[in-house]
């Protein structure tokens, strides 16, 4: 059987990358400044000129909201549609994902090597499949198996609420509300679970903790508190990153049950990437907890997928599905 050319597309907010493939096999690739190097349609126009074999079918994964096979970039002010792409690349086919629609389909064909095992089963076993991760935002994505093939489940998992897991943290919960009231639900003391496991949620999380130790009102960027309590040299970003780790634990926990992920849940993106140390006992014991759902949430499988390109893996998993 033929290999089918393949073009696959990751787009964020700081990069584009490109890469041309035969099925599985790379044969080439390139990388561009999201908002410096011209117009996105032009960067993947042109790519697919200079691949050996037109493509077949184009899969872009892009950082944004996607609805009727259109995205808008908001922070490269572009915006792309399937129809555009599927005319300057000549392609058969085009479709435009979500970056965490693309992560869920990752979670379909990592190398063994970037797929660790932290709790169940050492290759993933079919079923519905979620992941999460942590990074500017919260993103979620979730592939559900239906008959022998997947489709993925579009949806905004980071936004969920969660609250105060203890009394301690009822205190802390409320010195956040004047900090960053936009989060809250309501009258409710609970967030958007966004507000807190995230790059930007970290350090107003940070001066919360501070608030309530009597400490001062800054606080250090999302990578500085994490290797402050990596190092534990910082008592408020010790307490900042135990609330982090255990809420990202409970959320992972609480939409594999939602999500019947049968199939596993996958930890991904650099932050989760760049501090494997968070993913200790701890970390186990906060996503097994759940009432009298604790040994069915001991039994899923968990993973840690450390694909630094995770978007581009998955457009160019799900374009081979495009294929069949």
Request: charged letters at 20%; proline letters at 5%.
């Given at each position: ?7 696959a ?25 999201t ?23 184009v ?14 970039l ?6 792309l ?118 790059g ?12 309530v ?112």
């Open positions: 059987m033929p290999e089918h050319s393949l073009l597309a990751d787009i964020g907010g700081t990069n584009v990358r490109l890469g041309a493939y035969q099925g599985d096999r790379l044969m080439a690739r390139a990388q561009f400044s908002k410096r190097d011209g117009a996105l349609l032009d960067l993947i126009s042109g790519f697919a000129a200079e691949m050996d074999l037109p493509p077949e079918v899969v872009v994964a892009a950082a944004g909201p996607v609805a009727d096979n259109r995205v808008e908001t922070n490269a002010k572009q915006s549609c399937g129809a555009e792409l599927r005319a300057a690349t000549g392609a058969g086919e085009a479709q435009i994902i979500n970056d965490f629609a693309a992560a869920a389909w990752a979670s379909l064909s990592p190398a063994p090597e970037d797929l660790v095992t932290l709790q169940g089963a050492s290759t993933p076993p079919e079923g519905t499949r979620l992941v999460i991760g942590p990074g500017t935002g919260l993103g979620v994505g979730a592939l559900a198996r239906v008959g022998n093939s997947y489709a993925s489940v579009p949806g905004e998992g980071g936004h969920i609420g969660i609250s105060p897991r203890s009394r301690a943290e009822v205190e802390v919960f409320e010195a956040l509300k004047p900090i960053w009231p936009e989060i809250f639900y309501g009258d409710a003391l609970a967030i958007e679970a966004e507000g807190m496991l995230s930007t949620g970290l350090p107003y999380l940070y001066r919360a903790v501070q608030s130790r009597g400490g001062g009102s800054e606080a250090p960027d999302a990578a500085e508190i994490m290797q402050r309590a990596k190092s534990a040299t910082d008592p408020v970003a010790v307490e900042v990153i135990a609330m982090f780790k255990s809420h990202l634990a409970q959320v992972a926990g609480d939409l594999c049950l939602a999500f019947g992920a049968e199939g596993g849940v996958f930890i991904v993106g650099g932050v989760a990437m760049k501090n494997a140390w968070l993913f200790d006992e701890d970390f186990l014991r906060a996503f097994r907890a759940g009432g009298r759902f604790t040994e069915e949430r001991a039994n899923r499988s968990l993973y840690l997928l450390n694909v630094e390109n995770f978007g581009l893996l998955g457009a160019q998993t799900y374009a081979k599905q495009l294929t069949k």
